[in-house]
């Protein structure tokens, strides 16, 4: 048996330039694994909590020395000399010794760190792949990349209400076939984008910026590009979008500016319907707001059959609100972001909650990434068939979609592809 010897961390910077730490465990046996943790900027309000130092002469407040202390001083006393392969074990200690129920003394993002790297290690020793000594013989189909082409909301400096436009390569045999397809659509739409005048800087998780005028023209747009890369839409590419609903409510009513109306929660529904019923779309996330329960149980009653209907801020990752929106018979799917609720063990017992009960799991990044391409392994491990890293450019997005490339040579003839799941 190994056990754990040391726990470091430092600061590190995310994909956004705003601090974040990176933790390292080293056991007796001589083995070492680092994981870093990603920070997100739309965010559930029962997420758990990040530490952060709140410290305006350094870093706009965002500094985490306090988590890095919090790393090498209260969870390593906690983690120290026990078993390196106890995943539950160690994550449950850490979450004891923290005390609180949103993580809020040691910080979600110093225990989670731990809790990566903890996993790491153990994979390490085992001499296997993560993937495989997260899922066992079992691990083997590619996820379907769900990729951020056009951004808006929290994620861009535009006025789009809807924070991501999505393309999903879902008619290919092959992982490799996919990822290629959803590269060239995002050139195209770029090469539309070119053409039309207008601007192509990227939003946080890398999708395009355009200030395009509204929902239809982006979606239009995308269908435009799809056809100029030669693909079909509805077969080979689909579409889904990240609404990042309780962005835009405000006071009962959901108000698109960009739309130039006030919708109430049936209008919004009614809005959702139409676009399902006019373009390929295959997925919704937080098509309404994180509280409002009983729009998402009608959103789910009028579009739950045809549509996935993602909850993200509303389930935060969490076992026990994920049971209640089962129980509550809201959405059909969720959001796995291990930092939401700040460790592994915790983001694997909601995704065997949603599985019991027949939910969709979309293995997610978050906005403010780093290298690290945990979730890639963790979406294979978890036959999730869904991940959400953002769009196939920029160093932090791409170091999961190559991930999964390397897991796809591995794997071989025994991978498979998810796409057929969502061929109709």
Not at 3 to 9: G, S, T
Not at 38 to 61: M, N, Q, W
Not at 210 to 227: K, M, N, Q
Not at 355 to 366: D, F, L
Request: net charge negative; with cysteine; charged share 25%.
């Amino acid at each position: 048996m190994a056990k754990i010897a040391a726990v470091r961390a430092r600061e590190i910077l995310d994909s956004r330039g705003h601090p974040t730490l990176e933790v390292e465990i080293a056991t007796t046996t001589g083995h070492q694994a680092r994981a870093s943790v990603p920070s997100g900027v739309s965010t559930g309000r029962r997420e758990a909590v990040e530490l952060r130092d709140k410290d305006p002469e350094r870093y706009l407040g965002r500094g985490v020395r306090k988590a890095v202390d919090c790393v090498e001083t209260d969870l390593a006393d906690v983690l120290v000399g026990r078993d390196s392969d106890d995943q539950p074990g160690n994550d449950r200690a850490m979450i004891r010794a923290d005390g609180t129920e949103d993580k809020s003394r040691f910080g979600a993002n110093a225990i989670l760190g731990c809790s990566l790297a903890l996993a790491r290690v153990a994979a390490d020793r085992e001499g296997a792949p993560l993937y495989r000594h997260l899922g066992g013989e079992q691990a083997m189909v590619l996820p379907v990349p769900f990729l951020d082409v056009i951004a808006g909301g929290a994620h861009a400096n535009n006025a789009l209400d809807i924070q991501e436009f999505m393309i999903a390569p879902i008619g290919f045999r092959r992982y490799s076939e996919a990822l290629r397809a959803g590269a060239e659509v995002y050139h195209a739409v770029r090469a539309e984008l070119v053409e039309r005048g207008f601007a192509t800087g990227v939003g946080d998780s890398g999708g395009l910026a355009p200030s395009l005028a509204h929902s239809r023209e982006t979606i239009e747009l995308i269908l435009r590009a799809i056809a100029r890369a030669g693909y079909a839409h509805g077969t080979q590419i689909a579409l889904a979008l990240d609404a990042a609903a309780s962005a835009f409510r405000s006071g009962g009513t959901y108000v698109m500016a960009q739309e130039g109306r006030d919708l109430t929660t049936d209008e919004l529904i009614d809005y959702w319907a139409l676009l399902a019923d006019e373009y390929p779309l295959i997925l919704l996330e937080d098509g309404l707001a994180e509280d409002d329960w009983p729009g998402w149980a009608a959103l789910t009653r009028r579009l739950g059959e045809r549509v996935e209907l993602v909850g993200d801020d509303i389930f935060v990752t969490n076992p026990r609100f994920l049971a209640e929106g089962i129980a509550a018979r809201v959405g059909n799917s969720v959001v796995i972001k291990p930092n939401q609720v700040g460790t592994l063990t915790e983001s694997m017992e909601t995704i065997g909650v949603a599985r019991r009960a027949g939910y969709g799991i979309v293995i997610s990044g978050r906005s403010g990434e780093t290298a690290d391409d945990f979730i890639a392994d963790l979406a294979v491990a978890t036959r999730a068939g869904r991940i959400k890293a953002g769009a196939p450019v920029r160093g932090e997005h791409v170091a999961k979609y190559n991930r999964l490339l390397a897991i796809e040579r591995e794997l071989g003839a025994a991978g498979s592809y998810a796409g057929h799941e969502f061929v109709r």
